[in-house]
């Protein structure tokens, strides 16, 4: 008999609503998994046990009632960037350490909504700045593939939770690749809507014209349901768009016959490594053996994501980490005279976080505005402009999502920008504000899997899936689970 924690998503749904398992015996399997896994991966920053088999219980009651919320009985971890109420949120920061928010953001409070069981809070790069998870200032989370590896960043928590059988799903959130790369790097799925999707209502700000939620799961269709519960317009994000969200799950298994899949060549470059190439075109070979067009694109601003996003992001960064002075939020470390105090006080800010703050506010400084932020703003719009023109032609994108798998723990810390061209393929998408999937497509020469990314027009995630979902099923990836050894 497989495992209750190897179920996906939609097949755990299936056996609770056959009464096959209750949410509480599910809920168990997790917590059982997590007391003897989380020691070797460190998923979570705060395990919710309690909560979750109040709620599993609750769960279990309401199905007796025939109640069928499309998250009945299901057990999450919430990335720790999104408030929960009475959970603390810290952003994986000791600046936030002992926060705990009075109110849920949207995205939790619709998934509470729905029926899920929460597990607890997932680790992650402190305010979310890194690809590799390494900058929380609370623990390193291990790749379960390979527990000599980062899982990736910055959801790296989320991805290894549900990569390691610690939660059957995740919330991630994604500012420049932060829900695909992880996935890539766990061998799963992750889903990183179009920007004013899904709510940022309750998510702790880092790139507010970048950050969105989105789902990370061992499934296409899993993603698909959990991201049908979490989109739509909210009142209480105005950047949150008010038009109607595609029924994902309506068109998933349409297939790809005649879909048009563009293929950019600013996408395939010197520093790849052979492998993730190779996957990544036997991947696009597969699209093209289910019916789809596959032709070559170009994307001709695809080399200024980099400069353009790192000088963005730091800059809305600085912006929204100015709140963290000890007076609104954060401990105050009381030193006499106020510009001590502030300054002992943000000196709790992890390395990573100073440096984005330095270079935020650098750029947007008197008389450097112009020249960088502005600058940078301009350059955006032609990256936005190179996709709307690409999809004129073609429905979707297939790329990579990161030039290599997973690397060991502790090679990339000591160079920034090393950790910073992690990010090629996931930040154009990004500040496009278009949606990226990555999905399971193989194996590195070290075991390691790939990702293939997909990018769809805005406020298409129909398509993403749609394609998403042929490709996977044309395929074994996302059967394969690794096997976690106890540290
Ligand atoms: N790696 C990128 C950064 O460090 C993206 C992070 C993210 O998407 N949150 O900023």
Redesign the pocket.
Same mark, same amino acid.
């Given at each position: 008999m497989t495992a209750l924690t190897e179920l996906s998503l939609s097949a755990a749904l299936d056996a609770m609503r056959r009464k096959d398992m209750s949410a509480v015996e599910l809920t168990r399997a997790y917590l059982e998994r997590i007391d003897a896994l989380e020691p070797s991966l460190r998923a979570y920053i705060t395990m919710t046990p309690e909560r979750a088999l109040a709620d599993a219980a609750r769960a279990d009651e309401a199905r007796a009632a025939g109640d069928d919320r499309p998250l009945l009985g299901i057990p999450l971890a919430i990335k720790d960037v999104l408030s929960t109420r009475d959970i603390q949120t810290t952003c994986a920061s000791q600046i936030l350490k002992g926060y705990v928010p009075v109110y849920d953001a949207t995205v939790v409070k619709r998934l509470t909504d729905a029926g899920m069981v929460m597990l607890g809070k997932a680790n992650m %790069?402190e305010f +979310?700045? =890194? /690809?590799s998870t390494e900058n929380s200032s609370y623990q390193i989370t291990r790749n379960p593939w390979d527990t000599s590896r980062v899982p990736g960043? /910055?959801s790296g928590g989320s991805a290894a939770a549900v990569a390691g059988q610690l939660a059957l799903g995740a919330v991630g @959130? %994604? @500012? =420049? =690749? /932060?829900i695909r790369t992880p996935a890539a790097f766990c061998g799963i799925v992750g889903l990183k809507p179009s920007y004013g999707r899904v709510s940022r209502y309750g998510l702790i700000a880092?790139g507010s014209s970048l950050d969105q939620a989105g789902p990370i799961t061992r499934t296409v269709e899993d993603a698909a349901r959990m991201f049908t519960v979490m989109a739509g317009h909210d009142p209480l994000d105005s950047t949150s768009m008010d038009t109607p969200v595609n029924d994902v799950m309506a068109t998933m298994r349409d297939g790809v016959k005649g879909l048009r899949v563009g293929v950019p060549k600013e996408y395939f470059i010197d520093g790849m490594s052979p492998e993730s190439e190779a996957r990544v075109r036997e991947a696009i070979a597969q699209l093209e053996a289910l019916g789809a067009k596959v032709v070559e694109i170009s994307l001709p601003h695809t080399r200024y994501s980099l400069p353009v996003y790192y000088i963005i +992001?730091p800059a809305e960064a600085s912006a929204n980490l100015a709140r963290f002075d000890g007076i609104r939020f954060g401990p105050r470390l009381e030193k006499g005279e106020m510009w001590h105090t502030y300054k002992a006080t943000r000196g709790q800010f992890g390395p990573e976080v100073k440096r984005r703050i330095m270079l935020g506010t650098y750029a947007l400084s008197a008389g450097y505005y112009d020249a960088f932020y502005g600058k940078a703003q301009q350059v955006r719009t032609l990256i936005k402009r190179d996709f709307e023109r690409a999809f004129e032609t073609v429905d979707v994108i297939a790329a990579p999502v990161t030039p290599k798998g997973a690397f060991p723990i502790g090679s990339k810390t000591s160079d920034p920008l090393e950790m910073y061209l992690?990010?090629v393929f996931t930040l154009p998408a990004s500040l496009a504000g278009v949606p990226g999937i990555s999905v399971p497509c193989g194996f590195d020469d070290n075991h390691m899997p790939i990702g293939l990314q997909l990018i769809a027009p805005a406020f298409r995630e129909d398509v993403l899936i749609r394609a998403a979902y042929a490709y996977e099923q044309a395929t074994t990836w996302h059967t394969l689970l690794p096997r976690v050894t106890t540290a």
């Open positions: %790069d +979310a700045m =890194g /690809s960043g /910055s @959130t %994604d @500012t =420049g =690749g /932060s880092f +992001a992690e990010d």
